[in-house]
């Protein structure tokens, strides 16, 4: 497998590891996106020690996102810098999001799903055309059709002609 790592037979010190990320490891993962042509290099150095293991991943990349405004698609950048450490023990456990145990029988570790993590927290909650790379407005004729129907809400309402059946009905009880 790409992203396991044998730690066992590594020396101690320092270990890069790269990766490249495209869709096609997310659908082996089953994580639902809704981003296309995912482009994302990620750089893992290694620290071990007899102790421990530090890895520090360095994501950098792009990925194709609808815009939320105008649902045009738009070139994302993806950037995060993330810490983990693994430490030994008794039995696998994971207490916090950036320190995991191990069992001291175990001599491998599968960073897919922290790499799967990683990205996914890196990305905006707001995507918009105004995120681009290349910083691009939103689609003008989108945004013309949206303020058509939106509804100002300091005009005066006029209500629905199809509740005065029911209003008139509350009012004889």
């Known amino acids: 497998m790409e992203y396991i ?11 890069r590891f790269d990766f490249l990320i ?17 482009q994302i ?22 990925a194709l996102f609808p815009c939320d405004r ?8 993806i950037s995060s810098s993330q810490k983990l450490i693994v ?11 950036s ?6 029988s175990e001599y491998e570790i599968n960073l897919a799903p922290i790499i799967n993590d990683y990205i996914l927290i ?21 945004i013309q059709r949206i303020e058509e129907l939106s509804v100002d809400p300091n005009s005066p309402k006029e209500p629905d002609p199809r509740w005065n059946a029911l ?3 509350n009012n004889l009880n």
């Open 70 to 77: 105008c649902l045009d698609e738009y070139l994302q950048p």
């Open 87 to 97: 430490n030994f023990g008794e039995e696998s456990q994971s207490d916090y999001d």
């Open 122 to 142: 890196a990305l905006p909650m707001k995507r918009e055309c105004a995120n681009q790379i290349s910083a691009k407005t939103c689609n003008p004729e989108m």
């Open 167 to 169: 209003q008139n009905k």
């Open 99 to 104: 320190i995991i145990t191990l069992s001291r």
């Open 22 to 38: 495209t869709d096609v490891f997310f659908e082996a993962l089953g994580t639902e996106i809704d981003f296309n042509h995912a």
């Open 41 to 62: 290099q990620v750089a893992v150095d290694l620290v071990k020690s007899t102790t421990m293991l530090v890895f520090d991943f360095d994501i950098q990349g792009q």
């Open 5 to 15: 790592i044998q730690f066992e037979g590594l020396k101690n010190g320092n270990h």
